[in-house]
């Protein structure tokens, strides 16, 4: 038996025989299970992994049904009533249990770390480097395990590719080399390695000018798009070809494994130029994270996780299982740490726990332990007196801070701080970072004018650092803006006040901000039609993303349909405690009261008192559903609480 994931998942029996997998779902369990490498997978992780939307009532069932689809696949002579070998129960889960040589991703993983070892084992290598057909997992789409192996495969795969070439070319046997590496670059402009082994096989067969030009272009890749000045290998072979030397190795092997400008310190700048760069800086730094941990280094596994400082402005997660995971590294280090790790480490791996465990995302228990960390990392800093250190820290209190409704004021203070900080101690992004969130939190206050003053100084800031994906917050800020002066005299149509909204969403769709992105438009939209009393946008069109659950019942009520309004509002979960708990909490209400539910508007209104004086939805600084206290006047008087 065989089993093929570098490509498409498949496998085979021994004379070669393809077997019936049969659909996604069943190949998708397969696939997931050779990502454990042999550990138990539990039927809850399976189930989460498979659907990361609500799970069907039947999923484990459903489950249940696949495993014993790929049992009669991959076993079809096992005689009735003997247990599986291959695909075997264990625990509360399942696991497979194959020889690591019948699983191609394995085998690829296990040629690797001989070759690292082992220069002997080059050809081994370029073996296993031949047996990729594609990307791994191919078609497992929309899964985020699948996605967060393929980017650690697509790492170790690109890491494998300059490997195998500077063990060749250390050895004189470059040939061939050239159309290879030139590929390598192409995909993978950024690591400056690539550049390096592609320049020494081009000089290795007699191309001097062409190796020069190459370093020439990686000088001018790294400076214009990452601005990154060459580093010390890239100079070092320049200038060894200008003297008629002999180059050098280049990279520096197996004693950094992650390489020396593709991990952290890339993926931090490729951040701030959103877009493809920014997922790629994500599933770069979860690669590093792994890279790290697998050394057994714990000072370093510290310093590639709290190396990330990326000021974070969102409540929601882009990538929810990548953040999870990125957290759950974190914890683990710390433990490892234990009570004796420096402090500036532990700063760093609070602070990330706090930064990357966004409320909307997370179960009570781990909001405590977020907002735990936050607390931690804040006090640590200050004793510290590390003002790069706290502004971090604080950037972690800020997005744990939507404990509750009507708290505007408070994260006013952080942010006033945050950039404060940033101000005098020059550094530039946090300084943007504390503009943001300055500027919404004067919109959740209805101060559109001092949020307008703190939009353009982020905007000054973002010219002068190159951040792209600011003025695109900004444009939805104005956007906002315009939505509630269309509800003043003489103002402006709620036609343009929508055509404000849309401009902004489709500058937002290639920002590389899901988490952001995803239902925000609609819940605008509807927002603008609360403020003018009109019915729910009901374009079937519109996704309406995570806030679905509280949108739903104010769209079926405006269809005429009560009895599935009142089922939808009884089935709406409390709102999680984000940027958008106001507006949802306000959608709750307006449905209630619509429906003559006193008991649901009586939970409303007590959400709601706190934030009396804010503008719901105006928190995230994007949109606005109108004031607050509108919403909590009508709920009180419904719940008889006024």
Known sequence: MRINVLGAVRAFRDDGAPVPLGGPRHREVLGRLVAAEGRMVTTDTLVDDLWAEQPPARAVGALRTFVAALRRALEPDRPPRTPPRVLVTEGPGYALRLPREDIDAHRFQDALTRARRTPG??????????????????????????????????????????????????????????????????????????????????????????????????????????????????????????????????????????????????????????????????????????????????????????????????????????????????????????????????????????????????????????????????????????????????????????????????????????????????????????????????????????ASAHAEAAERLAAATEAPLVPVLTAWFRARAVATRSTEPGGPSPATAAAHYRAADEALRTAGMPGLHRGLLPLALLGLRLLHGRPAPADPRLDRGPYRPWTEPLLLLDQGREAQARTALAAAPAPPPDHMQEALWCLTARAAVRLGDRDTAARAATALRAARAEHAGAASGLLTLGPVAAYLEEAEECAGTG
């Open 121 to 450: 084992e080059v050809a081994a290598l370029g073996e296993a480097l031949a047996a990729w057909r594609g990307p791994a997992y191919a078609d497992v789409t929309g899964s985020a395990w699948a996605e967060r192996e393929r980017a650690r495969l697509e790492e170790l795969r690109a890491e494998a590719v300059e490997l195998r070439a500077r063990l060749l070319l250390d050895r004189g046997e470059g040939a061939g080399l050239v159309s290879d590496l030139r590929d390598h670059v192409a995909v993978h402009p950024w690591r400056e390695p690539a550049w390096t082994l592609l320049a020494r096989a081009l000089h290795h067969a007699g191309r001097r000018a062409d190796a020069l030009d190459t370093l020439r272009r990686a000088r001018a890749t790294l400076a214009d798009q990452l601005g990154l000045d060459p580093g010390a290998d890239l100079l070092r072979l320049e200038t060894d070809i200008l003297n008629g030397a002999a180059p050098s190795a280049t990279w520096t092997g197996p004693g950094v494994p992650l390489g020396p400008r593709t991990t952290v310190d890339v993926a931090r700048t490729l951040a701030l130029a959103g877009g493809d760069a920014l997922v790629r800086s994500r599933s770069d730094r979860l690669a590093a994270i792994t890279a790290a941990e697998r050394t057994g280094d714990l000072a370093l596994t510290a310093r590639i996780i709290g190396a990330y400082d990326v000021p974070a402005l969102w409540s929601r997660a882009d990538d929810s299982a990548q953040s999870r995971a990125v957290v759950e590294a974190a914890v683990r280090t710390l433990a490892a740490l234990g009570p004796d790790a420096p402090a500036d480490l532990t700063v760093r791996l609070l602070a990330t726990v706090a930064v990357e465990s966004r409320s909307a995302d997370l179960t009570p228990q781990k909001r405590d332990r977020a907002r735990g960390a936050a607390r931690r990392a804040e006090a640590l800093a200050r004793d510290l007196g590390d003002p790069a250190l706290l502004v971090f820290a604080l950037n972690g209190v800020f997005l744990q801070s939507f404990t509750r409704p009507g708290l505007a004021a408070a994260r006013d203070r952080t942010g006033a701080e945050i950039l404060d900080l940033a101000t005098a101690h020059d550094l530039p992004a946090f300084a943007v970072l504390g503009r943001l969130v300055r500027l919404q939190s004067a919109s959740a206050l209805g101060d559109l004018d001092t």
